[in-house]
């Protein structure tokens, strides 16, 4: 599920005039098959069932014990966040996308998001603490594997603060790439599947 990051790069997003100063750091395939009318069904899809995402015995080990670290060396206190440490990038947005619809926020989750804008293709949210300030990427991308199908993409960008961000990305690598991005993607996927009929009647 795992891409290169070129392929969101070579995408003509509207993130990449807002934050030129993020790196990206994963892309990853959404195994979410559907038209071109279909975004919007993702976006809630992925803001109202985040907590079902997260809720593999592996997530909720790794995020525990990532809270705990992050309590005991003060990673997470409200004074290193958006609107503290660092400004939201709500602040950068032009005028279209400040007036256009700013999408659903992640709550109730391990790790809570902020939505930043949301367009027919593009939804971005975004996070601050003491390690850094992450922007969760979610794009409608033609699926290669369906001539005329559409599907999903997830695409992290991190700016860390500093030689501690720096590190702290480096050291959790292992933990995002085998037990968190594949568990949640597989079960967004489930869940996109079982979620068919709805979509296909125009439901939501």
Do not use: C
């Not at 985040?50 to 990532?66: C, E, G, K, M, P």
């Not at 609107?83 to 659903?104: I, K, M, S």
């Not at 790790?111 to 003491?130: G, I």
């Not at 969760?136 to 559409?150: K, L």
Request: hydrophobic residues 40%.
């Amino acid at each position: 599920m795992r891409l290169p990051r070129t392929e969101h790069t070579r995408h003509p997003w509207r993130i990449h005039e807002i934050a030129p100063d993020f790196r990206v750091e994963d892309v990853w395939r959404i195994p979410t098959p559907g038209g071109p009318d279909d975004f919007a069904h993702l976006v809630d899809q992925m803001a109202n069932g985040a907590d079902a995402h997260l809720s593999t015995a592996v997530s909720r080990f790794l995020f525990a014990a990532r809270w705990k670290l992050g309590a005991l060396l003060g990673w997470d206190d409200p004074a290193s966040g958006l609107g503290t440490r660092v400004p939201t990038l709500r602040d950068r947005l032009p005028a279209d996308l400040r007036e256009a619809p700013r999408g659903p926020d992640l709550k109730g989750v391990p790790v809570p998001f902020t939505s930043v804008y949301q367009t027919h293709d593009e939804w971005v949210a975004e996070l601050a603490n003491h390690t850094m300030q992450g922007v969760m990427h979610v794009g409608w991308v033609p699926d290669s594997r369906a001539p005329g199908g559409y599907r999903g993409q997830l695409t992290v960008l991190v700016k860390p603060n500093g030689t501690l961000g720096t590190l702290y990305m480096a050291g959790i690598k292992p933990f995002r790439y085998l037990g968190v991005y594949q568990q949640m993607l597989l079960t967004i996927g489930r869940q996109w599947r079982a979620g068919a009929p709805e979509r296909s009647t125009g439901a939501r």
